[in-house]
């Protein structure tokens, strides 16, 4: 009631009245939006929750990655030696995750394949480690963590990729064993891992459900690893497939509780995703080094290629992408470290990092030229292994369906009843136009919030009106859903740079260099992001209007008439 009488004086006030009302709003806000919601729950329901954002946290002693990267960098003088790397970071699953997420983007600087190897490795140390069955696992998870021998992820299936409900594979409960029946694929490190952690369906009460055993190939007659696949890169991890022809496994092989693999499948998934977008961030790094490089000594028509045009908007399109995928990752990173939920946010920075990776390998190749379509370059090198990324952890599309599946039933649960102090709110901010974006961002960056909180509530008003079309069945409407992730993870992006440009503001050096170009690159890629929210909450607003419809139309059509239709101009 209070909520509503304020609103209503909003609406009939102006002027001193009106600016009063617009303050007691903000303060009711803040007491609402506790730092215990993460930057993207807060998106998904139209709002900028500054006090998840501000102030940017700095370095901690935890986050330290000398530790991490010591190690990292001797084995890269060493040669990059597998085991020594997968020991290195099996010592470090317990250091801060912003120590983690750094040393992951140094060694996906150096070789995106080995990163590949090393994350699959941490998988299976993760997924083992579950406190329920740590002491029956103790040995192997030492021998694990230590790198004295691999382990590998087995999950994927020929009908289960990331979707693992639909996992074939058996465990059959005999006496004091369970008995493993299926095939696992894409299977990183099955030549040389000794340990396997396993996903299969088990019966539970009657019910089949997903747990995960922890094998033992030196005692598990029946295990058989294929030839390693003919992939394109990323070889270092020499991907197999598996076979479990009647592997028997003690039941002591149960990792945690029978019925729990599906959470534990998740749980490790959502905090891996970060590691694979601090990979790809380093690829983007390591491109953006070379690119740079080739720009300042390559000529043309007598001048640098640094200095024409339209290389200068490549570079930049990098550097910006560069710096928003830092970003995403490390408040992903910190908000993991303060034990908030940060399954939707992994799976945004994933999405987030593998694209602009991708912009940025197409970026490196039309700078470079032919040289980079020649397989013993370096950018050609790259280039392929991160289009190999697009597989890894989830694709693209998936995780944006998961991500804005999770965050839209956030937010439609606040929209339950049109009389929620929630729904009230967000009206209220739209009547009034309260920017609470601008909260704690540096006043060189108060347009990019502005344009922030803008597109916040605009989205956030879209997807009010999507969610009270469609309800429940939002979860059958794919392309609206992509759309809605898509639209937050730019937004994320715009709220992080923002956040993390005023931070390099030093009150006793306003003028900084470096903090100048900091907020250049924020107030930039803010402007860059407006055009494509603008005209996604558009599309949302007008839910199977024109656009829409027509494209499903077009796909019905081909696959109608099994391919494409239209006559060639010179006839058939």
């Keep these: 009631l209070k909520l509503q009488f304020l609103y209503l004086i909003g609406c009939l006030s102006s002027g001193r009245a009106r600016e009063s009302t617009m303050q007691t709003l903000q303060v009711v806000q803040r007491r609402w939006c506790s730092a215990s919601v993460t930057v993207a729950k807060g998106l998904f329901a139209g709002r900028v929750p500054a006090d998840s954002l501000y102030p940017y946290p700095a370095p901690e002693a935890g986050d330290s990655k000398a530790a991490v990267l010591s190690a990292v960098e001797r084995v890269q003088a060493a040669g990059m030696d597998l085991k020594t790397l997968c020991g290195a970071f099996g010592e470090a699953l317990d250091a801060a995750p912003r120590a983690r997420v750094r040393a992951a983007e140094a060694l996906g600087a150096v070789d995106l394949g080995t990163a590949l190897a090393v994350y ?185 290629l640094r200095d024409l045009q339209l290389v200068k908007q490549r570079v930049a399109g990098m550097t910006m992408r560069l710096y928003a995928t830092e970003t995403l990752v490390d408040m992903v990173a910190v908000a993991a470290a303060r034990g908030d939920d940060t399954a939707i ?69 606040a929209l339950k009843s049109k009389s ?48 009270m079309k469609f309800g429940k069945k939002i979860m059958n409407e794919q392309i609206v859903v992509a759309q809605a992730a898509e639209a937050v993870g730019m937004l994320y992006s715009m709220a992080a740079v923002i956040a993390r440009a005023s931070a390099a503001f030093d009150d006793a050096d306003v003028e900084s260099a470096d903090a100048q170009h900091e907020a250049l690159i924020a107030a930039t890629w803010c402007r860059e992001c407006t055009l494509p929210l603008t005209e996604i909450c558009e599309d949302l607003r007008n839910v199977y209007g024109a656009r829409f419809g027509d494209l499903a139309r077009i796909a019905d059509h081909v696959a109608g008439a099994g391919g494409y239709i239209p006559t060639p101009p010179a006839g058939a």
């Design 345 to 413: 946010d992994a799976a945004l920075a994933k999405t987030f990092a593998e694209k602009a990776a991708l912009e940025a390998a197409d970026a490196a190749k039309q700078i470079v030229g032919a040289a980079a379509y020649l397989d013993d370059h370096p950018v050609a090198a790259l280039a392929n292994d991160i289009d190999g990324y697009r597989f890894v952890g989830g694709t693209a599309e998936l995780n944006q369906l998961l991500a804005a599946l999770k965050g839209l039933e956030h937010t439609g649960k």
């Design 420 to 467: 929620t102090a929630t729904v009230m709110l967000n009206r209220t901010k739209r009547t009034l136009g309260i920017m609470n974006g601008s909260d704690g961002a540096h006043s060189s960056l108060a347009a990019a919030s502005k344009l922030l909180d803008e597109k916040t509530t605009m989205l956030g008003a879209a997807l009010e009106t999507v969610l």
């Design 120 to 304: 699959h490795h941490e998988l299976a140390c993760s997924a083992a480690a579950a406190p329920e069955t740590a002491a029956a696992h103790a040995e192997a998870l030492a021998q694990m963590r230590s790198g004295e021998h691999l382990a590998a992820f087995c999950i994927t299936e020929t009908s289960a990729g990331s979707d693992v409900s639909r996992i074939e594979t058996t465990a059959t409960r005999e006496g004091e064993d369970y008995v493993l029946a299926g095939e696992k694929l894409w299977v990183a490190n099955a030549a040389e891992a000794r340990y396997f952690v396993v996903f299969a369906q088990t019966e539970v009460d009657g019910k089949k459900k997903l747990s995960s055993f922890l094998v033992d190939k030196t005692k598990a007659e029946g295990l058989t690893v294929a030839a390693p696949l003919a992939a394109r890169g990323l070889r270092a991890g020499q991907a197999a497939n598996v076979k479990f022809n009647g592997v028997r496994v003690p039941a002591a092989a149960l990792i945690g509780e029978v019925g729990t693999g599906f959470k534990r499948a998740q749980s490790v998934r959502s905090d891996g995703q970060v590691r694979v977008a601090a990979a790809l961030l380093g690829a983007q790094r390591r491109l953006l080094q070379a690119v740079t490089a080739h720009a300042a000594d390559r000529k043309q028509y007598g001048r640098a």
